[in-house]
T-cell receptor, first 115, second 114 residues
Framework: AQSVTQPDIHITVSEGASLELRCNYS??????LFWYVQSPGQGLQLLLK??????LVQGIKGFEAEFKRSQSSFNLRKPSVHWSDAAEYFC?????????????FGQGTELSVKP | DAGITQSPRHKVTETGTPVTLRCHQT?????MYWYRQDPGHGLRLIHY???????DKGEVSDGYSVSRSKTEDFLLTLESATSSQTSVYFC?????????????FGPGTRLTVL
């Protein structure tokens, strides 16, 4: 069965510092991977997605993620964090084709940004 | 962004009462989903729909039922609300699986069961 693990429940970084949020997945075939962001009191917004091809994908708000098949990872990065990036971040993997387009979500990583 | 609205946005109810949450979409997406979000659990799938009148259970479906009589509407019903169903509920829509598995989320409904 597919699963997603986000090892860090909460991360604090200083504004202007670089950021890396970890995501590990379990999936037998080529995965379809997503990162979503949730600001307080809001719904989830898609940051970026990986389907195939180039393993480094660019997203909105200056985020990027790298797919590493050998490590079963899809880590999210940003070179310089802004205070407005404080939010909760969710990694997700697409379930098998016969499961109604479901996504399997990790438990989320809450990001705090210090001034 | 997909046009997804949820109603009500906030609701307080008492244990044992029925509650219906509504999700409405204007994007003509085939798939619709109901999640609940609780601290420490992330998002958990309650039920989903892969077409009008076609629904299936997710991982936390006990105590919940759904209906989809039109493409644009997906209703979630708590037949007899319990305090353990206090949560934030999100509706999402999608166009398919694999490469089309991206989901679009509504703003959420905060439900409190006293």
């Amino acid at each position: 069965a597919q699963s997603v693990t986000q090892p860090d429940i909460h991360i604090t970084v200083s504004e202007g510092a670089s950021l890396e949020l970890r995501c590990n997945y379990s999936y037998g075939a080529t995965p379809y991977l997503f990162w979503y962001v949730q600001s307080p009191g809001q719904g989830l917004q898609l940051l970026l997605k990986y389907f195939s091809g180039d393993t480094l994908v660019q997203g909105i708000k200056g985020f990027e993620a790298e797919f590493k098949r050998s490590q079963s990872s899809f880590n999210l990065r940003k070179p310089s964090v802004h205070w407005s990036d404080a939010a909760e971040y969710f990694c997700a993997v697409g379930a098998d084709y016969n499961q109604g387009g479901k996504l399997i979500f990790g438990q989320g990583t809450e990001l705090s940004v210090k001034p | 962004d997909a046009g997804i609205t949820q109603s009500p946005r906030h609701k307080v109810t008492e244990t044992g009462t029925p509650v219906t949450l509504r999700c409405h979409q204007t994007e003509n997406h085939r798939y619709m989903y109901w999640y609940r979000q609780d601290p420490g659990h992330g998002l958990r799938l309650i039920h989903y729909s892969y077409g009008v009148k076609d629904t299936d259970k997710g991982e936390v479906s006990d105590g919940y039922s759904v209906s989809r009589s039109k493409t644009e509407d997906f209703l979630l019903t708590l037949e007899s609300a319990t305090s353990s169903q206090t949560s934030v509920y999100f509706c999402a829509t999608g166009m398919g699986f694999g490469g089309m598995a991206e989901q679009f989320f509504g703003p959420g409904t905060r439900l409190t069961v006293l």
